[in-house]
């Protein structure tokens, strides 16, 4: 059903941990018990360390290891116009109409903790 890459980074997920940030979001999908926390390092307007502790299925745990590695060094108004399509394209894998949540958790908390 997933593939090998997707279930690598479910077993071993990448970037997770703490920052001390004012950039620190927690998210839910409530409709499935998936939950994460996103700490964004922010200094002149570009990411320079993310970190997220993450407890889901593995779609949503492998879709917020790939975000926190595609969005290091990313610049901070890029991130906000990052879309569900790139998370899907990023994730590679076909994920039904009820298992988008999970895959767009990690982004749309990473987005949220911008708000603030």
Known sequence: MYKDEILDLYKNPRNVGELETEYHEEGENSSCGD????FLDIKEGKIVD???????????????????DEI?????EELKRLDRDWMLDKLGIEVSALRVKCAVLGLKTAQKSLED
């Open 35 to 38: 939950s994460t926390e996103i």
């Open 72 to 76: 290091k060094g990313m610049e901070v």
């Open 50 to 68: 993310v970190k997220h502790r993450t407890e889901g299925c593995a779609i949503s745990t492998a879709s917020v290891s790939i975000l926190t």
